[in-house]
């Protein structure tokens, strides 16, 4: 379960209109508890479902206690079950609570089936609860769900949200650029970093990621263009003025070329990349090998 999954006990008062009283009487009574981690109190989407079903089984006259002892009966009769309220189908008669499993009824204390719970609703509670998080907070959530390769796609999910608050946030925008075109999905990388240079147009690193891009995808003139925006924004831009030389050759613009080979050189004088910048100014010009992204 990532963190996203996670809800605070504040978070899970605001989706099923809950007081904090509540849940700590639910907690007692052994009903569902909060978890919890390095000091933090949380539920999951789990442990929702089984307060939803407490709120709406106490809405048609069940009282705590009965409940109690129906989820007590449930728990030593179905060993399989640690979460009676959100795992099995809980109805009532507005008296007394019972499971339906299948076509079959399991009566842990008394009563009569009558009533079916759909989690549909609170899962678009959900949905709407957790626009409610500030972009920073999505921000963070999205870098932590991407140093794990496991969970690329949770860290768009989140840099998604995190643009949804915030339009103009572009280190969400390049970040989640950045694996679209690690994945080598170009077309998304273009999106992204397309989205990012509206959003700052004096953003180096923007024009640098969509150049290098556009690049990739043959775009080589409007590669051209965003490099030389970013090395005019950043002259110091080392990686733009290597990608930049490229894309010039690329085009037959070789005293272009031969100019950010130089710049480069001198920039970075050390290392392969250096190197190879020196061959291509001793070779005067010709097409392109590798470029650095």
């Not at 000091?39 to 442990?47: A, S, W």
Request: proline share 3%; net charge negative.
């Amino acid at each position: 379960m990532g963190t996203m999954d996670r809800y605070s006990p504040e978070d899970v008062q605001r989706i099923l209109g809950l007081t904090s009283k509540q849940l700590e009487r639910w907690d007692r009574l052994r009903l569902v508890s909060a978890q919890k981690e390095d000091g933090e109190r949380y539920y999951d989407f789990r442990d929702l479902i089984g307060l939803r079903t407490i709120k709406q089984l106490l809405e048609k006259g069940v009282t705590a206690n009965r409940l109690q002892k129906a989820v007590s009966a449930l728990r030593e009769k179905l060993e399989r079950v640690d979460t009676p309220l959100s795992q099995l189908r809980i109805l009532s008669d507005g008296k007394d609570v019972l499971v339906a499993q299948g076509t079959g009824r399991l009566e842990p204390v008394s009563g009569q089936f009558v009533l079916n719970f759909e989690t549909r609703e609170l899962q678009e509670s959900v949905r709407v609860i957790t626009k409610e998080r500030s972009a920073e907070e999505w921000l963070a959530m999205a870098l932590g769900y991407e140093a794990d390769k496991r969970t690329r796609a949770q860290a768009m999910e989140a840099y998604d949200r995190c643009v949804e608050a915030d339009p103009t946030n572009v280190g969400a925008l390049l970040n989640c650029g950045t694996l679209y075109y690690e994945d080598a999905n170009f077309e998304k990388a273009t999106e992204y970093f397309g989205r990012a240079v509206a959003a700052d147009d004096e953003s180096a690193l923007a024009h640098f990621n969509l150049g290098s891009v556009l690049e990739e995808m043959g775009q080589v003139e409007e590669a051209r263009q965003h490099l030389r925006r970013a090395v005019m924004l950043e002259p110091g831009y080392c990686d733009a003025h290597y990608n930049l030389a490229f894309v010039c050759e690329k085009l037959h613009a070789f005293p272009e070329a031969r100019e950010h080979w130089q710049t480069y050189v001198k920039l970075d004088p050390v290392g392969p990349w250096a190197a190879y910048a020196r061959q291509r100014l001793a070779a005067g010009g010709a097409s392109r090998t590798a470029a650095k992204s």
